[in-house]
């Protein structure tokens, strides 16, 4: 089981970034799957998480409404769009999931796979 995420890099506040996360290694449409971030010296935590359909979506309040998680199980990719940046979004983003037919959740503790992170940082 492999996670790989990519599309971080520097943005303006305003601005927006696309993540991508590349499963390989189990059928990714049993998976329910979510992003994660840890901004330097904080615990890790929730973004958004998605099920295996891609119909129920789940999003921490201090993105809702900027964020978008969304999934091509056809591609085994994962995807967060961000716009609307702050500078409190910078931090490492990870995307992690969960074990085949169990359901989304905001817990970390409940995803065993994960991917390595992608920097985000976001200029004021």
């Known amino acids: 089981v492999q996670l790989q995420a990519s599309g971080g890099g520097l943005a303006e506040a305003g601005g927006s970034l696309r993540l991508s996360c590349t499963v390989s290694?189990?059928?990714?449409?049993?998976?329910?799957v979510a992003w994660f971030r840890q901004a330097p010296g904080k615990e890790r935590e929730f973004v958004a998480a998605i099920d295996w359909s891609g119909l129920s979506t789940d999003y921490a309040d201090s993105v809702k409404g900027r964020f978008t998680i969304s999934r091509d199980n056809a591609k085994s990719t994962l995807y967060l769009q961000m716009d609307t940046l702050k500078p409190e979004d910078t931090a490492v983003y990870y995307c992690?999931?969960?074990?085949?037919?169990?359901?989304?959740?905001?817990?970390?503790?409940?995803?065993?796979?994960w991917g390595q992170g992608t920097q985000v940082t976001v200029s004021s």
């Open positions: 290694g189990f059928p990714f449409d049993d998976f329910a």
């Open positions: 992690a999931a969960r074990t085949p037919d169990t359901p989304a959740t905001k817990y970390k503790l409940g995803y065993p796979y």
